[in-house]
């Protein structure tokens, strides 16, 4: 399966920015979604995940209640909405996959598949 991450940009403290992750040459509901981040000069860092059937997800303590992951089947779309931004917010995002049936994915290792990432920059 291959992953297009798109809808960075840049954006003001307080806005809200809705990133998509696309699949093709697969199905997304067959597969538990992650969304990671990786700010300049530290490392890939967990953001939020999805189970494969969507009956569980997990947020980072860093942007619970500020972030919200998605997904369309019809679309073979996954999403990251994250609302209230802070200028901690700014890295690349990236969206990854893993088949496991059960469970959500906190760590890089744990996912099959990887986008190419999209850029997100919050300015104060």
């Known amino acids: 399966v291959q992953l297009q991450a798109s809808g960075g940009g840049l954006v003001q403290v307080g806005d809200s920015l809705r990133l998509s992750c696309a699949a093709s040459g697969g199905t997304i509901g067959d597969y538990a979604t992650g969304w990671f981040r990786q700010a300049p000069g530290q490392e890939r860092e967990f953001v939020a995940a999805?189970?494969?059937?969507?009956?569980?997800?997990d947020y980072a303590n860093s942007v619970k209640g500020r972030a919200i992951i998605g997904r369309d089947n019809a679309k073979n779309t996954v999403y990251l909405l994250m609302n209230s931004l802070k200028p901690e917010d700014t890295a690349v995002y990236y969206c990854?996959?893993?088949?496991?049936?059960?469970?959500?994915?906190?760590?890089?290792?744990?996912?099959?598949?990887w986008g190419q990432g999209t850029k997100v920059t919050v300015s104060s």
């Open positions: 999805m189970s494969r059937i969507g009956d569980a997800e």
């Open positions: 990854a996959v893993h088949s496991r049936r059960y469970g959500l994915g906190y760590s890089v290792s744990g996912y099959d598949y």
